[in-house]
């Protein structure tokens, strides 16, 4: 698989997907879906991620969150997760061999009307597959928390989401998200949709430019597409393809950070 030019924007909203090997369904146990968790969770607490929404599936993940603490935090909190998943994984089972995909993919997204059909499409993935009727009824992703936030043990960065949404208040976004997944769900209007994992960026016409704009020589090739919901940048490389430096890495071995494999995921 050719491996596409990285870059950087600081300061967006990134929606990242990335498939188990050879779209395996490793994540498949409640465990392996737990442990990600787990260490999403570890992530957030250790490099300062901001988190503002996920979903684990069978054989990928969905993850969005917002880049504000340095170009170091995403690919290093990734690192993090997915590798440690993956060790405990091999470990388990006397397994050898990649676990993910060489690359996961990041979309910047733009704020407020295409943040909310990020958030709406990733709550609804698991609908989609036909496995749940409601994304309340799917555990293993972040709708549940966003409706009830925590007191402790928190993953979703609440008050960021209102403010990226353009939402006045915490309680006026989660009714408004609320209302656009039932309406999605009452519409039919739950199908896959490419833009979010086949783009470098999705949101208003202005936003895509200015994206391309500050990839310079990086986003030759690459088209800017109008569909329904807005705008995108298409990446001219295949699906899961695209890169950003500081939102890729490796994903090696050396993130040795000890958790309690008896732990049971609550959040923390």
Aim: glycine fraction near 6%; charged fraction near 25%; proline fraction near 2%.
């Amino acid at each position: 698989m050719p491996r596409a030019k990285r870059h950087f924007i600081p300061g967006q909203i990134w929606h990242i997907t990335h498939r188990c090997h050879k779209r395996e369904f490793l994540l498949n146990l409640i465990m392996d879906r737990l442990k990600w968790a787990q260490w999403l969770y570890k992530a957030k607490k250790k490099y300062g991620l901001v988190i503002l929404n996920y979903s684990v599936t069978s054989n990928h993940i969905h993850l969005l969150v917002h880049d504000e603490k340095g170009r170091d935090v995403i690919p290093q909190s990734i690192k993090l997760v997915a590798g440690r998943t993956a060790q405990e994984y091999n470990l388990r089972k006397k397994r050898k061999g990649a676990f993910w995909e060489d690359r996961y993919h990041a979309t910047a997204v733009e704020s407020k009307q295409h943040l909310f059909r990020c958030l709406v499409y990733i709550d609804l993935n698991m609908v989609r597959t036909g496995v749940v009727s409601h994304p309340s009824q799917w555990p293993f992703g972040g709708y549940n928390e966003i409706q009830k936030p925590r007191r402790k043990c928190i993953l979703i960065a609440y008050k960021k989401l209102a403010e990226l949404t353009g939402v006045e208040t915490y309680d006026a976004f989660r009714k408004t998200h609320k209302e656009l997944v039932n309406e999605s769900l009452d519409n039919g209007n739950n199908y896959r949709q490419a833009d979010w994992s086949e783009s470098i960026a999705v949101g208003s016409k202005v936003f895509v430019e200015t994206i391309k704009e500050k990839l310079g020589l990086r986003a030759k090739g690459r088209k800017i597409i109008e569909n329904d919901g807005g705008f995108q940048l298409r990446e001219k490389m295949v699906s899961y393809n695209a890169n950003s430096d500081g939102i890729n890495d490796n994903i090696g071995a050396e993130n040795a950070f000890v958790w309690d494999v008896n732990h049971e995921f609550t959040g923390c």
